[in-house]
């Protein structure tokens, strides 16, 4: 499984460009659902038939990036950002574009740690803007480039937001044997954007329950903001985030299966981000949704931390909740 997240998390997979991303899950996911479709948005949904509840699982498929605003008579390219990147941490970074096209940032004069994007610049090693319109233009996405590394039970890799959680989700199909529930699993385009590809698929897949399968941070290094989330202690099911009060009916699902089943929980209250569930549970008159996150060190970095025991018991627990029959826990 560590080789499945190893490729999903190194695929180039912007917000709106996401295909490369969804082949490799379609590929994966196939053998072990009923059907496999694309929405008109790009989001990916696999379905494995059945008579009862019927329960949308959401992972995004999307990574943050940049993207291309203008390039200068010396061949630079100057960039805005797509979706949560801290400008910060962008000085001296790898970027590698569509067809493995790769840039270095580096800063105007000045402190590079308080410049504005607008004082940063992508170099792809040309020395005149006709050279660089031969291997890049304005409007091409770029996302980090960072291999993913194995650190024993700790792994790190660009992109875990959300690629994790694809992973968490095809692993589910994969154990999944006798669900008595009709489940759809959805790989979603643009939530870093706002959660656009969820808000659309939500609809045409008009679930009984939603289950969003995502990301949060911890409050478990040096000096961190206080955060009640630590990486290795369990999947942690969301309580409230800027997006959703969590439905008390998923919720409390999520957490008398994790007791039955004795995996380790922790409640999550995320004060700022939102994930899926909060746009499948607007959609038409409303759908009782929550969700499973996994703990995550350095989100929305190039760097990002999971825990591999909790990835384990993330799958154990989503898989434990569909294999339960949603009719009669009252979806
Ligand atoms: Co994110
Ligand atoms: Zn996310």
Same mark, same amino acid.
């Given at each position: ?69 203008? =390039? ?11 979706? $949560? ?5 962008? @000085? ?7 067809? $493995? ?8 004069? $000045? ?40 650190? $024993? ?22 154990? !999944? ?15 870093? !954007? ?12 008009? &679930? ?13 290094? &040096?000096?961190?903001? @206080? ?20 439905? &008390? ?21 995320? =004060? ?29 970095? &190039? ?29």
């Amino acid at each position: 499984m560590k080789d499945l997240i190893k490729r999903l998390a190194e695929e180039y997979g912007p917000s709106g460009s996401e295909g490369k991303v969804t082949e490799i899950i379609k590929q994966e996911i196939a053998p072990y659902v009923d059907e496999v479709k694309f929405d008109k948005l790009g989001s990916l949904i696999a379905v494995k038939k059945g008579a009862g509840a019927k329960v949308m699982l959401a992972a995004h498929a999307d990574e943050i990036g940049l993207i291309i605003t203008h =390039i200068d008579k010396d061949g630079f390219l100057r960039f805005d950002t797509v979706g $949560g990147v801290a400008i910060f941490r962008l @000085t001296g970074m790898r970027v590698v574009f569509k067809d $493995g096209l790769i840039g270095v940032i580096n800063a105007e004069k $000045g402190d590079p740690a308080t410049a504005g994007v607008d004082k940063l610049f992508i170099d792809i090693g040309v020395s005149s803007k006709e050279e660089a319109e031969s291997k890049v233009s304005v409007g091409d996405f770029a996302v980090f480039r960072q291999d993913c590394v194995d650190l $024993g039970n700790r792994i790190v890799a660009k992109a875990f937001d959300d690629r994790i959680g694809c992973a968490v989700l095809i692993e589910t199909a994969k154990r !999944l044997k006798n669900s008595p529930n009709e489940v759809h699993f959805v790989f979603t385009v643009q939530e870093e !954007l706002g959660l656009r590809g969820a808000t659309a698929s939500a609809y045409s897949v008009d &679930p009984d329950i939603g289950i969003a399968v995502d990301v949060t941070r911890t409050g478990d290094t &040096p000096e961190s903001p @206080t955060m009640d989330v630590s990486l290795g202690k369990g999947p942690a099911i969301k309580v409230k985030d800027s997006g959703i009060v969590a439905n &008390p009916k998923v919720r409390d699902l999520l957490v008398k299966i994790a007791k039955e089943q004795n995996i380790p929980y922790q409640f999550e209250v995320l =004060i700022g981000g939102a994930t899926d569930a909060s746009s499948i549970e607007r959609t038409r008159g409303g759908v009782p949704s929550g969700v499973i996150s996994i703990p995550t060190r350095y989100v929305h970095s &190039p760097s990002e931390m999971v825990d591999m025991n909790d990835v384990e018991n993330s799958i154990k627990l989503l898989t434990s909740v569909l294999e339960k029959d949603l009719r009669s826990e009252g979806f």
